[in-house]
């Protein structure tokens, strides 16, 4: 490249300069040579040789062959030339002196009839090296045939000897540059480069051309606006030396390259500034490092504050230099408190001696690396578990060593620990008093056995049974098996969990048992191990045959009962019939299972019973009772009664149907007659019927006939004893006033009896309306009308609140009204009367009552007490027609409800009466 020096070019530069070197030493040589003589003058041979001599010149010349001729009047060759040369060839004289490839050259350049030159290195008879140097040129004859060569053989010697010099200078200077780390530059009084060194940094990422003819702040990637070029473009300006100056630019790939210079300026002959010339080095590796380690260290120093576990750095001394903030935390104190401290002012007092001598251990290096627990000392007075870990650090400087400590907080992990310690011995306890037999078996050999294990095979749980081989207590036939399945369990490491399995084994004491033998793979200790569990299965086996022979029993019963059972799946196809259904259909069992239940059912009963299936199948029902007709084989269809339930499976998913089928044809038959019957026997009832309602009509009307007739002369006798009484009473006596009295008080007492008779006999007729009713408002209101009847009497009455039936009002109020006027006039002889209504509760039947404390009545009468116009008291002790306890009966009875009475003389009377809801 324009303006490099590239070594390759270095021999031919060196060429040039050995040339110039040369032609100086010749030029001396000249300047020392006499003149030479003119044509006229006789010289002596000795004159010549001494000439020649100093000289060192020889004339030599060859012919069209090559071959040396003589030369007339010559003087003579010196001592360095070739001698006996005449009449030899120049390739037998001259190219065995010189190298392979010099010699073709040569060779080549001859054939050319080209000028010559070559340098011939001679040896002296005292050992010298010597050179000669040959040069000529080629001769022609008049005709322009080549006639040989006419040349000159001078000494070299010196020139060859400094061009060496050079030479080797010159190779140790462009090996200096070719392989040196610094690059060489050169820059013109303009401060713009001339020559680059391939090894200078600056050809990181550009061309030759990109570089030569630019400033060092022109640069691509180079920004010469801000600092440091200011300040150094100041100080080339003023041509003087600079050193180690340090600027960055960007490469194509936004990379920083950092390069360091110096230089010195460069004057010409003449004493005026050329240039500068120096060194680059690219540093951008050491900067990197530079940056990436305070970057590490600033990474550290973070590290070291915010680590989560507690460090510091001890003196030898013992004195505390540095703690991050987990330490201070975990201690409970500032970090400023804790610098300069003793590292043993923060130990518990029983640990201090301990770490005192863990600090000196640490502080000789050997081991390394320490670590131990310790106990500390919070500020607020506690104490603390901690694991610290020591390490001995060299001063780089030569100083004193220093210890880098690291602490744990384990006060939790302490406790922790312990608890798991605590958790171990319950599960050793838990092992121990399984009930279950269990042993651990290592290997083969049992490692452990729990007190259940031991009981079961040895026959006591103080025998020992660890170091036993747990195939020797299997039975001798049981013992191939296991020792197959336990190799195979072994060999398989996918299978965790070897299957129940039920083996005999012989005890120790030589008892036959029979036990289930599962086992699960476990770590014991660092070891594979497996985990038996032995159950004894004698029970069991006996529950089996228990079993078995109550299944026996079960499907005994099962196809012995008359009422079909049977199962179906979820699609309803039959999985399961007792022999009661071939009794039923005659359909045959077997050929029955698989098909759809609803095949059997007749097509007019099909999507009614297909409907109640599909509900209990989905889930809707949880039992379905219903009546379907069945297909028979040979006779009509038969009437079966359905009692289904859904059939669930372990998780509680309904998975089809059971249930039975009970044959209920004759019972349908029965019901088919007793409707014929009942029919037969409604016909009946209406006739009877329409008969009982004419018989009514007929009473109706002679009971308004008799009723209409009676009142009339009643109507009469009263009005005209009225009359009587009002305009003849002067002229009666008191006897007569007193007659007419009782005739006026008979007619009114018969008007009354025969409005109660029509009362009650329209309650007969009367049609009801149930609806719920509250009794004991309907007592309240009537109790609140006696009392107004007759408010000077001192009555107590206590009515159950909230008492309620299902009744005809009107006629229910009828029936309370009469009870509760009886009540009122039979405790019209007390000072001071009670009349209660309550319920109670007998025989599952709510009972209502009305209670009084009046004159009551004698219980051997109670038969006729209900019966119309019949009365236990006279007319004289109590009013009253007969016919209010009949009403009250009447009532009852169409309610469908009963009745009754107790009383005892003078103590009062109960009446009580239930009502059906």
């Known amino acids: 490249m324009p303006g490099f020096i590239d070594t390759a070019a270095a021999p031919y530069l060196l060429g040039g300069v050995s040339g110039l070197a040369a032609g100086l030493v010749a030029r001396r040589l000249l300047r020392r040579r006499p003149p030479a003589p003119s044509p006229t003058s006789r010289t002596s041979e000795a004159q010549w040789r001494d000439f020649i001599e100093a000289s060192g010149d020889w004339l030599w010349e060859v012919d069209s062959d090559l071959c040396f001729v003589a030369i007339p009047d010559a003087p003579p060759a010196p001592s360095i030339a070739p001698e006996g040369v ?45 050179y000669l140097e040959l040069k000529g040129r080629p001769k022609f004859d008049a005709d322009g045939h080549f006639a040989g060569y006419r040349g000159i053989g001078r000494e070299v010697t010196e020139r060859a000897r400094l061009a060496a010099d050079l030479e080797r200078s010159e190779e140790r200077t462009v090996a200096l540059i070719a392989y040196a780390h610094d690059g060489y530059w050169e820059q013109d009084a303009d401060l713009r480069y001339t020559t680059l060194t391939a090894s200078s940094g600056h050809l990181t990422d550009l061309a030759a051309e990109d570089v030569m003819g630019s400033r060092r702040w022109e640069l691509p990637g180079v920004s010469p606006t801000s600092e440091p070029w200011a300040s150094h473009i100041a100080h080339l300006r003023q041509i003087e030396p600079f050193s180690d100056f340090l600027f960055c630019r960007h490469d194509a790939q936004g990379r920083p390259v950092w390069l360091m210079e110096s230089g010195i300026p460069v004057f010409d002959q003449r004493g005026v500034f050329a240039g500068y010339c120096g060194t680059t080095r690219n540093v951008t590796t050491e900067i990197a490092s530079r940056h990436q380690l305070a970057r590490d260290e600033a990474l550290f120093r973070q590290i070291f504050e915010y680590a989560p576990a507690g460090m510091g750095r001890i003196a030898a001394d013992g004195r505390l230099l540095q703690a991050n903030q987990a330490l201070a935390e975990m201690l409970g104190r500032p970090v400023a408190d804790l610098i300069l401290q003793p590292a043993e002012a923060v130990l518990a007092e029983d640990d201090t001696a301990a770490g005192q001598a863990f600090r000196q251990l640490g502080l000789t290096g050997k081991p390394r690396e320490i670590s131990r627990e310790m106990t500390y000392r919070r500020a607020d007075g506690g104490r603390g578990k901690g694991h610290e870990a020591a390490r001995r650090i060299d001063d780089p400087e030569g100083g004193p060593p220093s210890l880098l400590l690291v602490r744990n907080d384990i006060t939790a992990l302490h406790a922790s620990v312990a608890g798991h310690e605590a958790v171990g011995r319950s599960y050793e306890a838990l092992f121990e008093h399984s009930p279950e037999a269990s042993l651990v078996v290592v290997s083969g050999q049992i490692r452990m056995a729990n007190a259940a294990c031991r009981k079961l095979l040895g026959g006591s749980e103080t025998t020992r049974l660890e170091g036993i081989e747990l195939l020797s207590l299997t039975h001798p036939d049981d013992r191939e098996m296991e020792g197959a399945r336990l190799a195979d369990f072994d060999a398989d490491a996918r299978q965790h969990r070897l299957p129940p399995l039920p083996l005999r084994y012989r005890r120790l004491d030589g008892e036959t048992i029979n036990a289930e033998a599962a086992g699960v793979r476990i770590n014991f200790q660092g070891s594979r191990a497996v985990l038996y569990v032995l159950r004894d299965v004698t029970r069991w086996l006996l529950a089996e045959q228990v079993l078995r022979e109550s299944q026996a029993m079960y499907r005994d019963v099962v ?27 005659g359909f045959d069992t077997r050929l029955s299972i698989g098909q759809n239940l609803l095949d059997f059912v007749i097509e007019d009963d099909r999507g009614r019973v297909g409907h109640c299936l599909s509900a209990i199948r989905e889930g809707y029902q949880d039992i379905g009772q ?36 009970d044959d209920i044809t004759v019972r349908k038959e029965a019901e088919q007659t007793q409707r ?61 006033r007193e007659y007419l009295q009782r005739i006026r008080v008979a007619t009114q007492r018969m008007a009354r009896l025969i409005d109660d008779l029509i009362d009650l006999a329209r309650l007969t007729r009367q049609s009801m309306r149930r609806e719920t009713v509250n009794l004991s408002q309907l007592v309240e209101q009537i109790l609140g009308e006696l009392h107004q009847e007759e408010p000077d009497r001192q009555v107590e009455t206590s009515v159950e609140p909230g008492l309620t039936a299902a009744a005809d009002r ?17 405790t019209s002889r007390r000072e001071l009367a009670r009349i209660r209504f309550h319920a109670e509760m007998r025989d599952r039947q709510i009972v209502y009552c009305v209670s009084d404390n009046g004159a009551g009545f004698d219980m051997s009468f109670a038969s006729k007490l209900f019966l119309p116009f019949h009365r236990l008291h006279g007319i004289s002790e109590f009013d009253g027609t007969g016919i209010g306890l009949a009403t009250v009966q009447r009532v009852i009875q169409r309610h469908e409800g009963k009745v009754w009475a107790e009383s005892t003389p003078d103590e009062g009377a109960s009446f009580f009466f239930t009502l059906s809801h």
């Open 86 to 130: 005449i009449g030899r060839n120049w390739k037998e004289v001259v190219l065995p002196d010189l190298p392979e490839d010099f010699a073709a050259a040569l060779e080549e350049t001859m054939a050319r009839h080209g000028p010559l030159a070559a340098t011939l290195p001679r040896r002296t008879p005292g050992g010298e090296t010597r």
């Open 810 to 826: 009107a006629l229910i109020r009828v029936a309370l009204d009469n009870l509760l006027r009886n009540a009122w006039k039979f």
């Open 559 to 585: 196809e012995s009962v008359n009422e079909v059972l049977f199962q179906a799946d979820a699609e309803g196809r039959i999985t399961f019939l007792n022999r009661a259904w071939r009794n039923t259909t």
């Open 676 to 736: 014929n019957l009942n029919r037969e026997l409604e016909a009946r009832v209406r006739v009877r019927t329409a008969e009982l309602e004419a018989s009514n009509r007929e009473l109706e009307a002679f009971s308004y006939s008799v009723s209409h007739d009676l009142r009339a002369p009643l109507r009469a006798i009263d009005g005209f004893a009225q009359i009587v009484a009002e305009d003849y009473a002067p002229r009666l006596d008191e006897i007569g």
């Open 626 to 661: 219903f009546e379907f007709r069945l297909r028979t084989q040979a006779t009509s269809p038969r009437w079966v009664e359905a009692t289904i339930r859904p059939l669930r499976n372990a998780y509680d998913h309904v998975v089809g149907s059971s249930g039975t089928l």
